[in-house]
């Protein structure tokens, strides 16, 4: 048995009670989130989520990236979402990465340099400061969009506002 075969027998088990009437396409909040792809950052028990309440956006970082900006104009769009939260957090393995390094690195083991950047940065507050502010400025997210940003302690379980 794969040590992942486990979640497979989870997922089998989950589909048995899924009641799939009670969601609606569009999120019930109308809430966008944006964060770190970081596995200690519980997003949905962190806000008291439940499916359905909110659109979950994770990378690397949680950075606002091109994709990211789609996704979230196709939220909003398409399904009517109104407000967005960008959480960033501690000890996050995005800050303090050399980005051109990273870069380098990948293009040494494989022949070709991404079309994309890293995600590294060097404060976290300033970077969630920057990564609203991106999201503020963008021309295909809707004028007036609610956009707060927080930072969650992975050691504490605190979440903390932090604006611009």
């Avoid at 502010?133 to 379980?157: E, M, Q, W």
């Amino acid at each position: 048995m794969h040590e992942l075969d486990h979640l497979l027998a989870n997922a089998e088990e989950y589909s048995v009670s899924f009641d799939r009437s009670k969601l609606a396409l569009s999120p019930k909040l109308r809430l966008v989130i944006l964060s770190c792809m970081d596995s200690r950052v519980d997003i949905f028990g962190l806000f008291g989520l439940r499916e359905g309440d909110a659109h979950v956006i994770r990378n690397a970082g949680g950075a606002a990236t091109d994709d990211v900006v789609r996704s979230i104009a196709v939220s909003q769009r398409a399904m009517g979402t109104d407000k967005i939260f960008v959480v960033h957090h501690t000890d996050c393995g995005a800050q303090g990465l050399d980005v051109e390094a990273f870069v380098q690195r990948l293009n040494e083991e494989v022949g070709s340099r991404p079309s994309w950047d890293g995600a590294g940065f060097e404060d976290r507050g300033a970077n969630v400061e920057r990564t609203v502010a991106y999201l503020r400025r963008s021309p295909f997210l809707k004028p007036n969009t609610l956009i707060r940003g927080f930072l969650y302690d992975v050691a504490t379980g605190v979440l903390e506002p932090h604006e611009p």
